[in-house]
């Protein structure tokens, strides 16, 4: 552990709450442990942590975030996720090899969300070759958490939206069962629908293969005439 990371393991252990964690790791099923460190005082934590020390050099900042990845409490990964988050414009094209990394390591919706539309698409967007170098492979993937990425990555596209590209991931992985791909496909034909709703209302008429569930995500908060 760098002295960057061992630093930030001191704050966080000063400000440990065992009565909030064992609330927070049921709410997240118990697949996590936690400190106890909720978001609003986390943010203060931070914001003084990163005035104190500054943000990591960007030539340092894939091994930093590995190092507060590989820590035992779901905090340190949050931690790590908004310091990427202030690299986002910033980082090579390279670091998709770190974001594929994160969402298959310690994988679960809090962080795999996160990844795929605050980190992924911007980085996506500056570097269209990862579409083919990465993002179809992913669609294609066994790994359902690479999978959800290539569908929300665009959420925050907008107009912007390669729709070819999100009908082809959406029915990749059409026809399972699986909850968190078929939420994955409802929330993106939901969030595009909020700027072209006759696109979503068109195709969710024309997939007779869509589950139920995502057929319900896509079309709430959607007027259909």
């Known amino acids: 552990m760098n002295n960057y990371t061992e630093l930030i393991v001191e704050i966080f252990n ?20 936690f400190l106890g460190i909720n978001r609003p005082e986390r943010n203060i ?26 820590l035992p409490y779901r905090e340190y990964q949050y931690f ?34 996160i990844i795929a539309s605050q980190l992924v698409g911007p980085i996506v967007k500056k570097n269209s070759t990862l579409i083919d170098s990465h993002i179809d492979a992913w669609s294609l993937s066994k790994n359902i958490w690479l999978k959800r990425t290539s569908i929300i990555y665009q959420l925050r596209y907008k107009k912007e939206t390669d729709t070819i590209l999100l009908s082809k991931y959406i029915k990749r992985s059409m026809g399972t069962e699986e909850f968190f791909l078929n939420k994955a496909i409802g929330w993106a034909l939901r969030e595009y629908g909020k700027v072209n709703p006759q696109y979503t209302i068109d195709f969710v008429a024309s997939e007779p293969a869509l589950s139920n569930l995502s057929r319900r995500e896509s079309l709430r908060r959607i007027e259909i005439n």
């Open 14 to 33: 000063e400000n440990r709450n065992g009565e909030n964690a064992v609330s927070m790791e049921m709410y997240m099923k118990k697949k996590f442990k």
């Open 45 to 70: 934590i931070q914001q003084q942590i990163l005035l104190n020390l500054g943000v990591p050099d960007i030539t340092d900042l894939s091994e930093v975030i590995k190092l507060l990845w590989d």
């Open 80 to 113: 790590a996720l908004d310091l990427l988050a202030k690299f986002k414009n910033k980082v090579p094209s390279e670091t998709i090899n770190l974001y594929s990394y994160l969402i298959t390591t310690k994988s679960w919706w809090d962080s795999v969300d």
